[in-house]
């Protein structure tokens, strides 16, 4: 089922003013790009607008929005990996350079691991909305979320090993 | 960890939209439901489109171009960006690999009504190369490779990242392609002369959704082709009619294509450099395709693919052409007057 009519200014602004700052923080755990985040943001309204789908409620709503947002940046890297050798060079000003070991870090976790660490610490899902948003069972996000900060503890040590 | 996990939601929190952006959203929103047309994204990537003239080859192959759309938004932290993959309709092309070929002829369903062949493989110094066909994109807006993950009862196991594909027909839903993923040298050579299992993932994109597909083979590498460099050069050339120096910065052959990579330096930042290749007798090759990058000031880097030069030549001569965008948004290449590039092959 979709929606029928189109969305009103009211609607637009109430979606916009809602998910913009989180949409554009989750793209840029991808992108590392700010600008690029916002392009992966509009490209997730245009779709909705166009696509217009059917939400049971509002916790359905924002699970939209964000398994949406995270697979047009997961389109985004492999678009921009399978035509450079090189990893993406990025440019953050709005983190100073001294900050980018982080960036790097959380980096070399696989993408299954950040999204559920960024989601359950940064954005505060629950791991009930977490296995909503990825389709994937509670039980699985727990092991992803156990997984995750696992590793990057190994990663940490083995960072403050080298320093 | 918890001192990260404060530390990184702290940087986090300084990321932020610009101050306008929201406002230019909703209006960006509002005449995208008027106009029912898809909005431009604010640093959307260039995609160039170059005919490519025909080939003074033998070959009287009607020549056509096949761009890979590109669906995802752009790389910000480039100012530019652009790509574009053709290829004409050539049976002579598709270059004999039987020395180190692996024969799959292999037909696999995907999606919804989708289907993949698999013709053959190339075990090689940098990873593997695959030539495919798209047979049909099922229920799938585009399918495209994403890794290979190769290993053997031994224990051993090596995942090799998609570097390109590039479509050598454009016969609508019987594409072909040569896939390329990469690996060093001693992370391949253990897999020579072994039983290996070989899962190819595929992505399926549909509407924004991607899906993975993985097909599963089983084939015994018994030989592996080498990359050859053929050319590596650190000497610009500078044209002072267009005020721009430019430098083949290496050449290496691969089993079917030849990678050449290039830098250029200019005041011009909206316009793009490649080259055209020709031999010592007067032999255009073709350009399979090429992307290009300038994210900096002095680092305009660029790839470009062309078609494997005859084994007789001796010389591959690239000349240089502008790829414009303009005013009104359409595309075009100019021809750069004066000197070209002159390169010996290597051994």
Known sequence: ?163 | MNRIEEEYREMLSRIKPEESFEQELLETLKQAQIQKKKPKTKVGRKLFIRHIHQAATAMAACMCVVIIGIKTPAAATFRGFYERFCISVSQTYEKNVKADEIPINKQVNIGNKGKIYLNDAVMTSEGISIRYEVKDKGNYDDVYPSEVIIATEDGDREVLEQENYIPVSDQKNNTKYYGTFQKHTAEIQKFIGKETSCTLVFLGEKGGEVQEEKIKIKFMPRSMYKVKTVASNDDWVYNKKENISYRIKNITLNVWYMKVEYEWKSQEDQDFLSFELSDEYKKQYLSLGETADINKENRKIGTVFFERTDDDTRKMIFKPVWLKESKNGTQMEKKIDGQGITTTKGE
């Open chain 1, 1 to 163: 089922m979709r929606k029928t009519k189109e969305y009103s200014d009211q609607e637009l602004s109430r979606i916009i003013s809602e998910y913009t700052h989180s949409l554009v923080r989750l793209a840029f755990t991808y992108t590392k790009s700010v600008p690029d985040a916002e392009d992966i943001v509009q490209e997730v309204m245009v779709r909705l607008i166009t696509k217009k789908p059917y939400f049971e409620n509002k916790t359905h709503e924002k699970a939209w929005m964000v398994r949406v947002t995270i697979n047009t940046s997961i389109n985004y890297v492999k678009a921009v990996k399978r035509h450079k050798n090189e990893p993406l060079d990025y440019d953050i000003p709005e983190i100073p350079k001294e900050e980018y070991y982080l960036v790097e870090l959380i980096d070399q976790l696989s993408e299954k691991y950040r999204t559920v660490l960024y989601l359950y610490y940064f954005e505060g899902y629950a791991i009930k909305e977490i296995a909503q948003i990825m389709k994937k069972s509670e039980s699985t996000i727990t092991t992803w979320m156990a997984r995750g900060r696992k590793k990057l503890k190994g990663l940490l040590l083995e960072r403050e090993g080298e320093l």
